[in-house]
Each structure stands twice: as C-alpha cells, then as structure tokens.
C-alpha cells in the first residue's frame, strides 16, 4: 500500500500499488525543469515510473499532479529551512537561510529551478489556486524571515533600527530573485560574499 502526505483529491478506491511521495518527488523534478504547460502526462509516466493509467487513477489528470506536486514541493522545503535556520543567534539562522537559498540557486539544482517561483511565472496570472498557493508560500517566508528579524532585535544581534516586515519583504525579492537568476546559471559563484553583501540589510 502506498504512503503519502496527501490524498490529491483522490476518491476512495483499491489501495494504490506505488509510493505517491516517491511519484511525486519524481514529478517535481519534471515540473522544475520543463515547466507546467511543456510537461506531458507521458513526460510525467517516464519520469514517476508509472504507467498513465495509475496517474490518472490516483491523481484525475496532470493538474492535480501538478498541485499535489507543488504542495509536497513545499513541505519538503519548508522542512529544509527549518533545519538549517535551527540553531545560533537569530543573525546566525538568517545568514544560514540567505546561505540556504543561494547554494539552492547554484549548480544543477539551480539550473532546474524552483517550482514556485517557476509556476508564479507561467501560472498565477491565469490559474488562481496557482496564484493563492504561490501568495501563501511567499506570505509564509516572508513571516519566518521578519520573525527571524525580530527574535535578532531581542537577542541583541540584528539592529533595533530596521523595519522587521520590509526588511523580510526585501529579501524574499531577493532570495526568489535568486532562483530565477540561478535558472540561467548566473548566481553568485562566491556564497560567503554574497550572503555578507545581503546581511547588510540587517545593518
């Protein structure tokens, strides 16, 4: 019997013979790469190791793979940043979430992109659960970073001076910035300069 984190809207049926995070971690990959509209249910078969059939079955068609996709996507980044911002000062968590986002903008892994920041491109204007995912997502670690900022005021590491909420509205400019630019295989080569010129927003 498969394991998953989410039904994907799925009705009640024979128990699925695969692991649906497993299918849709391999999808993911698809979607970074290719993009929504470029991507085929036959790409998506190749890719899951699965027959067309059993995505149909499980999942309706390839939009709900799509989301269900999008959704796992961002539990597994969301359990990402919470291990590297875990420990140290508040300043030290934020300069590991900056460092975070520029290693995940280099390399092949920047080169397949991220899958929010690629669907709030070819989506969101046109598909509005896309379009509340994508806000949601952005809202969600805009509040982290500001709440980072403002447990760094307390603790005496990040000055007192700066604006919490505009200073986490910058750098999620920047750090989404980051993976469009990493897509065209131009982010910045050097990590520990890069994240030094961006703490300067702490300053």
């Not at 991507?39 to 709900?64: N, P, Q, V």
């Not at 630019?181 to 990590?191: F, H, L, M, N």
């Not at 890069?194 to 300067?200: E, F, P, Y």
């Amino acid at each position: 019997m498969a394991k998953s984190t989410q039904e994907a809207g799925r009705p009640r049926g024979r128990p699925r013979e695969f692991d649906v995070d497993e299918a849709l971690d391999k999808a993911i990959r698809v979607f970074c790469e290719q993009g929504y509209n470029a991507t085929s249910i036959g790409d998506l078969a190749e890719a899951m190791g699965l027959a067309s059939g059993s995505i149909y079955k499980a999942f309706r068609d390839k939009r709900a793979v799509f989301l269900a996709a999008l959704d796992r996507y961002k539990l597994l980044r969301n359990e990402q940043l919470a291990s590297v911002a875990r420990t140290g000062s508040a300043r030290d968590r934020l300069r590991a979430v900056l460092g975070f986002y520029i290693d995940s903008s280099k390399g092949v892994e920047g080169r397949r992109g991220c899958m929010f920041v690629g669907s709030a491109v070819e989506l969101a204007i046109v598909d509005r659960e896309v379009a509340a995912r994508v806000g949601a997502s952005l809202s969600r670690n805009e509040a982290f970073l500001a709440d980072l900022i403002r447990q760094g005021q307390v603790d005496g590491s990040v000055s007192g001076k700066i604006n919490p909420e505009d200073t986490a509205r910058i750098m999620v400019c920047l750090t989404q910035g980051l993976r469009v630019v990493g897509k065209s295989g131009r982010a910045p080569s050097d990590t520990s300069a890069a994240v030094d010129i961006a703490m300067k927003l702490l300053a």
